[in-house]
């Protein structure tokens, strides 16, 4: 009988259940302002994650055109923090 790890066994349950997806989501939100800053953070409405693509909503034109120049720089900082691949790509709006 191969032994698995506890870690190991509930990785492959989430995916299997389909609830990886979900709790990325919920993780990234509750760490969004650790990652990208108090600034940022303030002044992003909204952000979500579907299917690997991050959804920032904000109201502030210069943010927002940063935040586009920053976009490859977002996904490696996100992936880094959680040391597993989250976001593939991000949408400004």
Do not use: C
């Not at 506890?6 to 302002?33: C, P, Q, T």
């Not at 303030?42 to 210069?62: E, F, M, N, Q, W």
Request: charged share 30%.
């Amino acid at each position: 009988m191969a032994s698995v790890s506890v870690g190991d066994a509930l990785s492959s349950f989430l995916k299997s259940a389909r609830l990886k997806a979900r709790i990325d989501e919920i993780r990234v939100k509750g760490e969004w302002e650790k990652i990208m800053g108090n600034t940022i953070a303030k002044y992003t409405r909204d952000v979500s994650l579907k299917d690997g693509v991050l959804h920032i909503t904000t109201d502030v034109a210069p943010l927002k055109q940063e935040l586009q120049f920053g976009k490859a720089q977002i996904v490696a900082n996100i992936n880094e923090y959680f040391k597993e691949q989250v976001v593939k790509d991000v949408v400004i709006r």
